[in-house]
């Protein structure tokens, strides 16, 4: 599945790159080559601060509810307004 067809439906505010998507990680530490990581803010921690840490691994491709991030060399990116209602529609998209 490529980049755009994982984000049909999803309200996208900005977007660049169309790699092929192999798998969903919204958990930094699990993202593996060819992964999507939804970088979203949460009640105890901010997955926007693990972007850089992620962007070493590629193919890469961010999906971020952060207006203050920017992105990335080598990374297809989205900025969405509400990361946990893109998760969830890539998600459905995903199966």
Same mark, same amino acid.
Not at 23 to 31: E, K
């Given at each position: *599945?490529?980049? +755009?067809?994982?984000?049909?439906? =999803?309200?996208?505010? =900005?977007?660049?790159?169309?790699? +092929? ?6 958990? +930094?530490?699990?993202? %593996?080559?060819? @992964?999507?990581?939804?970088? *979203? ?7 926007? %601060?693990?972007? @850089? %840490? ?10 971020? @509810? ?8 080598? =990374? =297809? ?8 209602? !893109?998760? !969830?529609?890539?998600? !459905?998209?995903?199966?």
């Amino acid at each position: *599945m490529n980049f +755009s067809q994982l984000l049909h439906g =999803a309200e996208v505010l =900005a977007q660049s790159g169309n790699p +092929s998507v192999t798998g969903l990680q919204y958990d +930094s530490r699990l993202v %593996k080559p060819g @992964d999507a990581f939804i970088a *979203m803010h949460g009640e105890t921690s901010d997955g926007n %601060k693990f972007i @850089d %840490k992620r962007s070493r691994q590629e193919p890469f491709a961010v999906v971020t @509810d952060s207006a203050n991030e920017s992105p990335r060399e080598g =990374a =297809a990116w989205v900025q969405v307004p509400h990361g946990r209602r !893109a998760l !969830a529609r890539l998600s !459905a998209n995903f199966l």
